[in-house]
Nanobody, 129 residues
């Protein structure tokens, strides 16, 4: 069993930055890949970024590449999403998730429609213009 809790969301002006955190508990954190997803109002959930269990491999959606950075601290059982140069279209609820048997690359390919083992409750990010 894995519990995921996101934090760090909020209201920011366009061009600003936020760092989201996803704290995991319940199972050896450094044994599985992690992903970030988001869902904007009226839109389907979409893949944002994924990171391998070691942190050595990362994958990004084209829409965030160069602006967002995913990282993890296995000692703290936490994965982060540093979001810079935020745009109004980044407004969404951001979720972390994991599939204990999937690689980060697989998460990037499968996207949010895959049946992930665990999801967090989400954190709201609002970017004003």
């Amino acid at each position: 069993q894995v519990q995921l809790v996101e934090s760090g969301g909020g209201l920011v002006q366009a061009g600003g930055s936020l760092r989201l955190s996803c704290a995991a508990s319940g199972r050896t954190f450094d044994s599985y890949a992690m992903g970030w997803f988001r869902q904007a109002p009226g839109k389907e959930r979409e893949f944002v970024a994924a990171i391998s269990w070691s942190g050595g491999d990362t994958y990004y959606a084209d829409s965030v590449k160069g602006r967002f950075t995913i990282s993890r601290d296995n000692a703290r059982n936490t994965v982060y999403l540093q979001m810079n140069s935020l745009k109004p279209e980044d407004t969404a609820v951001y979720y972390c998730a994991t599939d204990l048997g999937a690689t980060a690359q697989a998460m990037a390919v499968m996207g949010p429609l895959h049946e992930y083992d665990y999801w967090g409750q989400g954190t709201q990010v609002t970017v004003s213009s």
